[in-house]
């Protein structure tokens, strides 16, 4: 049957349309009021770790891409260290992607970054030769390209910089840094480290590759996108770079903006991340640095570990748990908690961080809604043959950038409460497990499909049962 939301209103225009959407859950057609809520493009996260091939006891790509649809995703970018590593030779993680059975059926659209190095061991620069048939315009045609190069969780060695950055050139692909590089520490050096008596990481040690990289930019043209900056001084030299026309952009992370490292006393290894949380002066920069445009994107870097792994959470844990969290199921309620109900920025601002910035990234552009709504009457029909023609491969297809029907429909005043149990992702390693926010996704739209929906529970006013 037929769900009908009417009075939504488009994200960036303030228009408001009708929307239809064939929903296979319905028992009978029915009428939302969705004047309470936002239709947007399909956010995409250009870093996320699905641990597929190799360490599918975190997360599989079937797990990874339900938490990503349950996010409000639609397109994300696959990192390169999984099991084999993505570096192209033989058959690799790349061959495994691409060969997944029912890989069509996945409710997100994903390519893929190659390897810097080879295995990602940093030793030597992976072969171009032995990826370049994976490009979006490559031979193989792959349905999941490579996009752009990175050796993520790693910084690119000084050994390989220059011949990872030719690669990067020759593919015309930007080349993604991990920008931070430390041997030892496990939390942000400074009093909260030193109180809980455990060995810290200096902030310098994200400046030191941000400017070696901008160096390399400025020098080569080479677009550079850094990782998850998290700090002043970096954010400052990015700036600089900016202003003297060096093809730079950067990103950051949820946990960056909403927690500082005081929160590794109350969430443990919950709170242990590469790079660390930092101090509450960083963590305002990186507030700042959304506001004045220096952050273009933010991503998740959504890191599936087991409980068992992260030590249950455990402070006394945090010598030996593997660094990361979870986030592509909480990243649009925090971060309209912590950016929006805060008045750092607006929700337009957000979703440009969330869905257009990013899919640029990857070579793609944002379905333009109002464009198409007012070419039908201020209709958005997910039936009509029109939206289909939009997309003529299948669900999960990335090789040919354009505007498909990819959105997202949210409920930006919704209060609720995170409930990791919940969680589409196998893992639950997240800080933010039982935080009260403001905003949620209510259905998630691939390709004109449903990939995640919360209709059925909401009644025809568009209210749930906790607003009734």
Same mark, same amino acid.
């Given at each position: ?33 969705g ?38 995703y ?10 084999p590593a ?5 058959y690799?993680?790349m061959?495994?992607?691409?060969d ?9 659209r994903y ?21 370049k ?22 910084a ?7 011949s ?20 030892t ?17 200096p902030?310098?040690t ?30 400052d ?29 109350e969430?443990?290894t919950?709170?242990?991340m590469n790079?660390? =949380?930092?101090?509450a *002066?960083?963590?305002? %920069? ?5 506001? +004045? !445009?220096?952050? /273009? ?15 249950f959470?455990?402070l006394?844990?945090?010598m ?14 925090v ?16 979703v440009?961080?969330?869905s ?5 990234? =990857?070579?793609?552009q *944002?379905?333009d809604? %109002?464009a198409?709504?007012?070419?039908? +009457? !201020?209709?958005? /029909? ?11 491969h ?5 090789d ?5 029907p ?9 209060q609720w ?12 390693n ?14 998630t ?24």
């Amino acid at each position: 049957m037929t769900t009908i939301i009417t009075d939504i209103r488009i994200w960036d225009t303030g228009e408001t349309i009708t929307v239809r959407i064939p929903d296979e859950h319905a028992d009978a057609e029915r009428v939302l009021d969705g004047s309470a809520w936002v239709i947007a493009p399909g956010f995409a996260d250009p870093h996320v770790h699905f641990r597929d091939p190799g360490q599918t006891d975190k997360e599989t790509m079937a797990t990874g891409a339900a938490a990503a649809a349950a996010g409000g995703y639609t397109s994300v970018l696959i990192m390169p260290n999984t099991l084999p590593a993505l570096d192209g030779v033989s058959y690799d993680g790349m061959d495994a992607l691409e060969d997944l059975e029912n890989r069509e059926d996945l409710p997100v659209r994903y390519a893929l970054c190659a390897s810097a190095s080879k295995q990602r061991e940093g030793s030597a620069a992976s072969d171009f030769e032995d990826w370049k048939d994976r490009l979006r315009k490559g031979s193989k045609h792959y349905k999941h390209p490579v996009v752009a190069v990175s050796d993520d969780g790693a910084a690119v060695t000084n050994s390989t910089l220059e011949s990872v950055v030719q690669n990067c050139l020759e593919a015309h692909i930007p080349f993604i840094d991990h920008c931070e590089h430390h041997t030892t520490g496990v939390m942000n050096e400074g009093p909260v480290s030193r109180k809980l008596s455990l060995p810290g990481i200096p902030a310098d040690t994200e400046l030191n590759i941000v400017e070696r990289d901008i160096r390399m930019a400025r020098a080569t043209g080479v677009h550079l996108h850094l990782q998850h900056v998290s700090t002043a001084a970096a954010f400052d030299a990015i700036r600089r770079a900016k202003d003297e026309g060096v093809q730079v952009t950067c990103e950051t992370a949820p946990h960056y903006l909403a927690l500082n490292d005081s929160a590794v006393e109350e969430y443990g290894t919950y709170a242990k991340m590469n790079p660390p =949380l930092r101090s509450a *002066a960083d963590q305002l %920069a990186t507030l700042e640095a959304v506001c +004045d !445009g220096t952050v /273009d994107m933010i991503a998740t870097d959504h890191a599936p570990h087991t409980a068992e792994e992260k030590g249950f959470g455990a402070l006394d844990a945090m010598m030996s748990a593997p660094n990361g969290i979870i986030g592509l199921e909480t990243a649009y309620p925090v971060l309209r908690q912590v950016l929006v109900e805060e008045g750092y920025i607006d929700d337009t601002r957000l979703v440009e961080m969330l869905s257009v910035e990013p899919l640029r990234l =990857l070579g793609a552009q *944002a379905f333009d809604i %109002a464009a198409f709504a007012r070419a039908h +009457d !201020g209709e958005l /029909d997910f039936a009509s043959p029109d939206i289909h023609a939009l997309e003529t491969h299948e669900l999960s297809q990335t090789d040919i950038p354009g505007q498909h029907p990819d959105v997202v429909i949210l409920a930006p005043s919704e209060q609720w409460t995170i409930d990791a149990e919940k969680f589409a992702s196998k893992a639950r390693n997240t800080p933010f497990d039982g935080w009260h926010v403001r905003g949620r996704v209510v259905a998630t739209l691939c390709n004109g499909q449903l990939t995640h929906s919360r209709l059925n529970d909401y009644d025809d006013k568009g209210l749930t049962s906790c607003e009734n």
